[in-house]
């Protein structure tokens, strides 16, 4: 498996929104959480280490 870099989420802005909405009733600190947390089961669901070591390469070089 190779990192997906090209757009592959059907109705992104969706996502988006839904995203946003599973946090808006929390404090920073549970956002924070939540936000762990669904890193790590996705995470698990990729299961690849190179895929993920290439995902947080990524990530670390955008911010």
Not at 10 to 16: A, K, L, T, V
Not at 31 to 54: K, S, W
């Amino acid at each position: 498996m190779t990192l997906q870099l090209q757009p592959n989420i059907p109705d992104p802005d969706g996502f988006y929104q839904e995203l946003i909405g599973m946090q808006r009733d929390l404090d920073e600190e549970q956002a924070a959480l939540f936000q762990a947390r669904l890193l790590l089961v996705l995470a698990n669901h990729v299961g690849d280490r190179a895929v993920l070591t290439a995902a947080m390469e990524v990530a670390r070089r955008a911010g």
